[in-house]
T-cell receptor, first 113, second 116 residues
Framework: AQSVTQLGSHVSVSEGALVLLRCNYS??????LFWYVQYPNQGLQLLLK??????LVKGINGFEAEFKKSETSFHLTKPSAHMSDAAEYFC???????????FGGGTRVLVKP | DAGVIQSPRHEVTEMGQEVTLRCKPI?????LFWYRQTMMRGLELLIY????????DSGMPEDRFSAKMPNASFSTLKIQPSEPRDSAVYFC??????????????FGPGTRLTVL
């Protein structure tokens, strides 16, 4: 069975500060990992994905995430937060040959001016 | 290319009424997923289809919920009779299963259902 844990349901950052969202997973087989973003009143949009290539993955809007197998982590970072980054972020895992995503509980990001 | 299309975007109905939510997946995708999102329970997978065949409906709350996919370009999620606790945002997503790209799911904008 797979599971995803996102530490912190809410994160508050100042504009220009580092954004760090934590995600840990458990999977019995090598997984693919995703970060999705949900802006208010919208559907989920893919930020980036790890599919067993490079462990440091760059996504849209300046976000990146690093896959660390030894820590079973896939934390999301952005060096400098913008007001437009205020949204909810979801980490998700899927088995490499699977078709069913398992989502974390989400982290809502608030950006302070 | 159009993304996943859902209709209606908003639905307000009274308890006991039948509700039908519609989804058109991205052309060429062979998997379709229905999710429900609430503040209390977060994002839940209700059911998914591969090649129009239901594969896993373990997330369907109860017999009041049913989903169909009569062809590759259309799916419905029906609630009959509806109850206030069904109020939520319902998302449809599609993917191209079997590729080497990690089976990324593309989400529609959602249908916000309010049952009074």
């Amino acid at each position: 069975a797979q599971s995803v844990t996102q530490l912190g349901s809410h994160v508050s950052v100042s504009e220009g500060a580092l954004v760090l969202l934590r995600c840990n997973y458990s999977s019995s087989v090598p997984p693919y990992l995703f970060w999705y973003v949900q802006y208010p009143n919208q559907g989920l949009q893919l930020l980036l994905k790890y599919t067993s290539a490079a462990t440091l993955v760059k996504g849209i809007n300046g976000f990146e995430a690093e896959f660390k197998k030894s820590e079973t982590s896939f934390h999301l970072t952005k060096p400098s937060a913008h007001m437009s980054d205020a949204a909810e972020y979801f980490c998700a895992v899927i088995k490499a040959a699977g078709n069913k995503l398992t989502f974390g509980g989400g982290t809502r990001v608030l950006v302070k001016p | 290319d159009a993304g996943v299309i859902q209709s209606p975007r908003h639905e307000v109905t009274e308890m006991g009424q039948e509700v039908t939510l519609r989804c058109k997946p991205i052309s060429g995708h062979n998997s379709l997923f229905w999710y429900r999102q609430t503040m209390m329970r977060g994002l839940e997978l209700l059911i998914y289809f591969n090649n129009n065949v239901p594969i896993d409906d373990s997330g369907m709350p109860e017999d009041r919920f049913s989903a169909k996919m009569p062809n590759a370009s259309f799916s419905t999620l029906k609630i009959q009779p509806s109850e206030p606790r069904d109020s939520a945002v319902y998302f449809c997503a599609s993917s191209l299963y079997g590729t080497s790209g990690g089976n990324e799911q593309f989400f529609g904008p959602g249908t916000r259902l309010t049952v009074l």
